[in-house]
């Protein structure tokens, strides 16, 4: 009898127990593919991170290119006026002399 009860007791325990460990395996799919999103969120994360480092050298750089453009259009500028300037005192001076 004790055997029996022994063996009937493990029985009923297996039963209760088949729920909880298919309960358990159903949260452990789940926690893998939770697992699986913020891998794949790291990675697209990781990918945003190198691209936002490109863009901002990029950006760097053309800042530093418009900064050189900027200074070559005011030297031009002032040869612009200087040659404007000697031009208008080399028209007074022809008619001066005329």
């Known amino acids: 009898m004790d055997n029996e009860l022994k063996q009937l007791l493990q029985s009923v325990v297996r039963e209760e127990l088949k729920a909880v460990?298919?309960?358990?395996?159903?949260?452990?799919?789940?926690?893998?593919?939770v697992n699986q999103h913020l891998k794949s969120m790291d990675q697209r994360l990781s990918r945003i991170e190198e691209d936002q480092h490109l863009i901002k050298r990029a950006v760097l750089d053309t800042?530093?290119?418009?900064?050189?453009?900027?200074?070559?259009?005011?030297?031009?500028?002032?040869?612009?006026?200087?040659?404007?300037?000697?031009?208008?005192?080399?028209?007074?001076?022809?008619?001066?002399?005329?």
């Not at 460990?21 to 593919?33: A, G, S, T, V, W």
């Open 21 to 33: 460990n298919e309960h358990l395996d159903r949260n452990d799919e789940q926690f893998q593919e």
């Open 63 to 98: 800042n530093e290119r418009v900064i050189r453009m900027e200074e070559v259009l005011e030297n031009q500028h002032r040869i612009i006026e200087l040659l404007s300037t000697r031009s208008i005192q080399q028209e007074a001076e022809l008619k001066r002399i005329k």
